[in-house]
């Protein structure tokens, strides 16, 4: 490529000059103070500046999926840490990898299952609940009968009941972003016992999904917004492993429990 060709990287994200930074051609100095993280998170990935309406459920979802205690990913990023205190990065990308189809993947597992499912049924916020019943009803018989899990459904700890769901539908419908994603999915709710003979409950990664992607977000992206959650979630798991250590307990009692096992017996 010669000297003289000119070149084009186009991007509506930021841009920096030798005095200024500009972000969506606004100068940063007039953002910040001015527009909340995530109202931003929501802009970046949108491309569009959301209402606060919008941004009070997309903040909520953040809210919901930061922290869940001692789950695999806070334990992955506290035992790194006490590996390799000097790496902080480290530490929380070890958490953040391991998000996948059992641990925060489900938010976006769901709102891409339950976009498919309301793109292919052609039904919209005109629906009434008999019809999101009718569909759920044909979604879960088909998951029954090819044996398959629908992302969302149950919980291992919450079998009685996410106490994040309950909460999400009330902030939708109280900011009217409630949608065709969140109707769906609260009609597996309702629908699924009846064909799989047990109760299971709308899990908080699940309905997370759904009201995401009733927010017109990019559903291949959900899984980031997750991440950007439990980002927070990890920091702070990284703090209090500071003041309260547990992880070289934790280390210690798995090695001094550990027993051999002659691979001879293991099954082939």
Not at 131 to 148: M, S
Not at 152 to 178: F, S, W
Not at 260 to 267: G, K, N, R
């Amino acid at each position: 490529m010669s000297d003289d060709t000119e070149v084009s990287y186009p991007s509506s994200l930021g841009r920096s000059t030798r005095t200024t930074i500009t972000l969506f051609d606004e100068q940063i100095q007039d953002l910040m103070g001015n527009v909340g993280f995530g109202e931003l998170a929501f802009w970046l990935a949108a491309r569009r500046r959301p209402t606060p309406e919008q941004v009070r459920l997309f903040e909520a979802c953040l809210v919901a999926l930061a922290d869940h205690g001692f789950t695999p990913t806070a334990i992955a990023t506290r035992m790194t840490y006490l590996s390799a205190p000097d790496s902080i990065q480290g530490a929380l990308a070890s958490g953040l990898l391991g998000g996948g189809s059992r641990f925060l993947g489900v938010t976006e597992d769901c709102g891409s299952y339950l976009a498919k499912a309301v793109d292919e049924s052609g039904l919209d916020d005109s629906a009434t609940d008999d019809d999101w019943d009718e569909l759920a009803r044909r979604l879960v018989t088909e998951a029954r009968e090819t044996k398959r899990f629908i992302p969302g459904l149950g919980h291992p700890n919450h079998k009685d009941g996410d106490p994040r769901t309950p909460r999400v539908y009330e902030i939708a419908e109280q900011t009217g972003t409630y949608g065709p994603h969140l109707a769906l999915f609260a009609a597996i709710g309702r629908v699924h016992p009846e064909i799989m003979g047990r109760t299971l409950p709308l899990n908080g990664a699940g309905v997370c999904g759904a009201a995401l992607a009733d927010l017109g977000l990019p559903v291949d992206l959900l899984r980031g917004f997750a991440l950007l959650a439990r980002t927070a979630g990890l920091v702070g798991q990284i703090a209090e492993e500071k003041l309260h250590p547990m992880a070289m307990d934790a280390y210690l009692h798995i090695d001094r429990h550990s027993t051999y096992i002659d691979p001879a017996t293991d099954p082939q």
